[in-house]
């Protein structure tokens, strides 16, 4: 399959179709990066995997970021497959020189992206030959597409056990520490809501929470989404709080000074919003007003909230 620069992917027939899954060749390019991600969530639409959109599209993201910064020049290739069971990533750079974990903290702009793909995926690894990076993700069996594989696609070798196991001798992998804290400011624009949840999924998966991470991200979602609709300008903070007991405090601040009817909308039973997060477990109340005025929703989140949302 010939490469294409991304900028033609829409038109070109470099995104093919291969057995329950796709695969495509680019030249390395930065802006290939959102392409990708683009092209991993349209297909997981169709396929009806959409629980797995977030987690998917951080993995691609992550892979294709750290493959483009190795490729020299060469071709990289994406190929993305499901079985009734799990969702398979590949992502080849044509570089002999394997990828491996490095350290990197959560607040870490950059250097943190197979640290992020071994706390998101069930497995990760190496081909023999170092020039193909892979995971998978374990469908839930709520999501599971019917018979559509006879088995797992198969495993290739070098294990992500081998691999983190063998890092772990460096001192790369340690228990998380508790309490931890993560504060963040976003701007009032409607793709915050999408952002900010991306941001908590990251982080949730990179510092091992034992809840429910889908929900609470899906919570950041609601709360974001009510102060871009209700304040409309000005900026959105979001802190993350996981305590020593592993309770996730989460708290959306925005410039409005008032709730208006904020009893009534968490007790509201809707598909959204406060309700929604009250129904599946958050316990829901309001904080310290920010800095400089305005209004704090926080959620608390008990490892065990919303496990069959």
Same mark, same amino acid.
């Given at each position: 399959? +010939? ?11 470099? &995104?093919?179709?291969? !057995? ?18 683009? %092209? ?14 977030? &987690?998917?599209?951080? +993995? ?9 910064? @190795? ?10 497959? @499901? ?5 398979? %990533? ?13 350290? +990197?903290?959560?607040? &870490? ?29 374990? %469908? ?29 001798? @460096? ?63 000005? !900026? ?5 709080? %996981? ?67």
């Amino acid at each position: 399959m +010939a490469a294409t620069t991304c900028s033609s992917l829409a038109t070109s027939s470099s &995104d093919q179709a291969v !057995e329950n899954g796709f695969e495509v060749a680019f030249l390395p390019a930065e802006h290939c990066i959102g392409q990708m991600r683009r %092209i991993t969530r349209d297909k997981l639409r169709h396929w009806d995997l959409t629980v797995l959109t977030d &987690d998917a599209t951080l +993995a691609v993201s992550e892979l294709v970021t750290n493959a483009i910064k @190795h490729a020299d020049g060469k071709p990289v290739g994406l190929r993305v497959r @499901h079985s009734s069971f799990e969702l398979h %990533i590949e992502v080849t750079d044509g570089t002999p020189t394997p990828a491996r974990l490095r350290s +990197a903290s959560v607040a &870490d702009e950059s250097g943190r992206g197979l640290l992020l793909v071994a706390a998101l995926a069930k497995e990760w690894g190496v081909s023999p030959d170092g020039t193909m990076t892979w995971c998978s993700l374990e %469908i839930p069996d709520r999501s599971r597409p019917q018979a559509l594989l006879p088995e797992r696609p198969a495993r290739l070798e070098t294990s992500s056990k081998n691999l983190v196991s063998r890092d772990r001798e @460096h001192g790369l992998a340690t228990a998380p520490s508790r309490p931890q804290k993560w504060a963040s400011v976003w701007p009032m624009t409607a793709g915050t809501p999408r952002l900010t949840r991306l941001r908590a999924r990251s982080i949730l998966a990179m510092s091992a929470w034992a809840g429910d991470r889908a929900f609470a991200s899906r919570v950041v979602t609601e709360l974001v989404s009510d102060a871009v609709t209700h304040a409309g300008t000005g !900026e959105v903070r979001l802190a993350l709080v %996981i305590s020593e007991n592993e309770e996730l405090l989460i708290e959306v601040s925005d410039p409005s000074p008032e709730f208006r009817d904020f009893d009534k909308a968490v007790a509201l039973e809707k598909a959204t919003g406060l309700g929604l997060v009250r129904a599946l477990g958050g316990e829901v109340s309001l904080g310290p007003p920010p800095p400089g005025g305005g209004k704090t929703v926080r959620v608390r989140l008990r490892p065990t909230a919303a496990t069959s949302a």
